[in-house]
T-cell receptor
């Protein structure tokens, strides 16, 4: 079956512009996660959705970051007024398993010039 | 904040050698997962261990969960170039959710032919 998909795969933007990243989770997975991965680093948790609600937003770096999920499926991560330090790979994962086994998408590589 | 420390951070060895990477914490986890990530892709789940002392084998890879469920190791026998990648461990807590999964920073493994 289809895995987690993300779009776009690459995004280059200018400092100060807004960007929107999309995640399509595996069908039937109720949990959805966003992470950020800087070059050569591990995963930095951003936000978690259970259904359409986000019980844990503690990882969002600033109020320029927001995310929503509609219909318990697709999620979008929006970064307003992008800064160069926002450059990273943004990974989305979905989960259904008892032990939080997460299935990741290929990521969106964001470059802020 | 729960932390997972992975060691070594970087490892480069010759094809055919054996290696072990470690994942340590002062916290107890209900489960521990290992992921492998290749350049340009999202992490892929390799295994989940849930019982203290549990050992799981996946071909040439052997995973062990510590008796106290605070640490884990990954041993690779006769490493192959295809084993090259970033190995991430992630600890889970009961109850699920994003706060139940903590990622280490990873071990970058290079197997030279």
């Amino acid at each position: 079956g289809a895995g987690v998909s993300q779009s776009p795969s690459n995004k280059v933007t200018e400092k100060g512009k807004d960007v929107e990243l999309r995640c399509d989770p595996i069908s039937g997975h109720t949990a959805l996660y966003w992470y950020r991965q800087s070059l050569g680093q591990g995963l930095e948790f951003l936000i978690y959705f259970q259904g359409n609600s986000a019980p844990d937003k503690s990882g969002l770096p600033s109020d320029r970051f927001s995310a929503e999920r509609t219909g318990g499926s697709v999620s979008t991560l929006t970064i307003q007024r992008t800064q160069q330090e926002d450059s990273a790979v943004y990974l989305c994962a979905s989960s259904l398993g008892t032990y939080n086994e997460q299935f990741f998408g290929p990521g969106t590589r964001l470059t802020v010039l | 904040t729960q932390l997972l420390e992975q060691s070594p951070q970087f490892l480069s060895i010759q094809e055919g050698e054996n290696l072990t990477v470690y994942c340590n914490s002062s916290s107890v986890f209900s489960s521990l997962q290992w992921y492998r990530q290749e350049p340009g892709e999202g992490p892929v789940l390799l295994v989940t261990v849930v019982t203290g002392g549990e050992v799981k084998k996946l071909k040439r890879l052997t995973f062990q969960f510590g008796d106290a469920r605070k640490d884990s190791s990954l041993h690779i026998t006769a490493a192959q170039p295809g084993d090259t990648g970033l190995y991430l461990c992630a600890g889970g807590k009961h109850g699920g959710g994003a706060d139940g999964l903590t990622f280490g920073k990873g071990t970058h493994l290079i197997i030279q032919p």
